[in-house]
């Protein structure tokens, strides 16, 4: 089954007017200097952060972090905790809020001040407000949604899910210079946190953006676990069929701990939030394990989860495309499926115990 799941690879794809760099950021001692965009919410430092500072240590690079918020100065001890050496802080209580143009100032001046070579943003709503505008800034390419990246001598080559997911783009930076990369969720994992302590540098913060004021943030009403945090991610497709269906399947994303998603079938029809989606119009996962619950396989899907570990899809259909891209499928009705693997989950968790 899993032949399909990188249903090929092109030749190596070089986008000059994306990847080429004009500037030169790499220090003549050959050592990386990585900078990392923090993003939190509700006081928290993301996983996705925290994934790549674990792995930008595990590659045993200069790793720095740049936090921004109001009232964030406490989770620069975090960033160091899992290997931010200095800790580029803009904490005042007008960066509560999402600013563009105010982020953006402090981000360029970050990077300026730490002479990174490399400015690595989580594939985030955030990372994609941000990251192009600080690489047009810096006059510099950028790649992004990366599920898969080497570093060998400043040579970076990327991979990214391309076209709703039909194929995986294969890229690299041709000139010299700070390489900007936004990198999906669930791609690293995170390692262990050790206490520590940033250096900590102080950011001026800008002037208010008057062009743009974000009074108010409403969240999102999707309810459960972050689908793009979550380490299992069970998903519904039109073949759950109503609101009976998302509540039958509902017991199996709460035993194993799992982000509760579905396609945007199941969301247009209303059964979920669209804050539920997964796809190339709404949120992109890579989970360790994602169980796909009477899900067709749509590109359109499948640009929102390829980049899944493990996947485990069960339809009637034994010609559906999920089957494609699953490492185990079952072909059979979710209805009859899912109590019984609920059931052997329960038991397996108890005789754990
Ligand atoms: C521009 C654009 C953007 C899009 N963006 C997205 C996106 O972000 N995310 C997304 O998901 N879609 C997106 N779509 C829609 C996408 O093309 C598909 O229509 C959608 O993903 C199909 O959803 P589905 O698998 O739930 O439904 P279907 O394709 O109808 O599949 C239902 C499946 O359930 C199976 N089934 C039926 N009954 C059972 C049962 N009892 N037990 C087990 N299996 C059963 C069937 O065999 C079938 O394979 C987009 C489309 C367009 C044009």
């Not at 997911?165 to 890229?171: H, L, N, S, Y």
Request: proline share 4%.
């Amino acid at each position: 089954m899993k032949s399909a799941r990188n249903i090929y690879f092109p030749e190596r794809i070089t986008n000059n007017s994306q990847l080429v760099f004009t500037q030169s950021g790499l220090e003549s001692n050959n050592v990386e200097k990585i900078l990392v965009v923090s993003e939190s919410h509700l006081s928290e430092i993301k996983k996705p952060t925290l994934e790549l500072l674990s792995h930008a240590k595990q590659m045993g690079l200069d790793t720095s972090a740049v936090l921004i918020g109001d009232g964030v100065v406490g989770q620069a001890e975090v960033l160091a905790g899992y290997g931010a050496r200095t800790v580029y802080l803009a904490d005042d209580p007008s960066l509560g809020f999402h600013s563009t143009s105010v982020y953006t100032e402090i981000i360029h001046d970050a990077v300026s001040q730490s002479g990174a070579t490399q400015l690595w943003f989580s594939a985030s709503e955030s990372g994609a407000d941000l990251m192009p505008r600080i690489a047009a800034r810096l006059g510099v390419g950028a790649i992004s949604d990366v599920t898969q990246f080497s570093i060998e001598e400043h040579e970076i080559t990327a991979r990214h899910p391309a076209m709703s997911g039909k194929v995986i783009q294969e890229c690299i930076f041709e000139k010299d210079g700070i390489r900007v990369l936004s990198i999906r969720g669930g791609s690293y994992e995170i390692g262990p946190a050790e206490p520590a302590t940033a250096n900590i540098v102080k950011m001026s913060v800008p002037e208010k953006d008057m062009r743009a004021v974000v009074r108010e943030i409403v969240a999102e009403t999707t309810e459960g676990i972050d689908l793009t945090e979550a380490t299992v991610v069970v998903a519904v497709g039109r073949g759950v069929k109503g609101e009976e269906g998302i509540e039958l399947v509902r017991p199996l994303a709460n035993l194993l701990g799992a982000g509760y998603g579905a396609t945007r079938g199941v969301c247009d029809y209303g059964w979920m939030a669209h804050g539920a989606q997964i796809g190339q119009t709404g949120k992109k996962v890579a989970p360790q394990i994602y169980i796909a619950l009477g899900i067709s396989g749509a590109i359109q899907h499948l640009a929102g989860m390829i980049g899944s570990k493990l996947i485990l899809a069960v339809n009637t259909d034994p010609e559906a495309p999920i089957f494609n891209v699953a490492d185990y499928g079952i072909v059979g009705d979710l209805f009859k499926v899912v109590p019984i693997l609920t059931e052997e989950i329960k038991i397996i968790r108890s005789a754990s115990a």
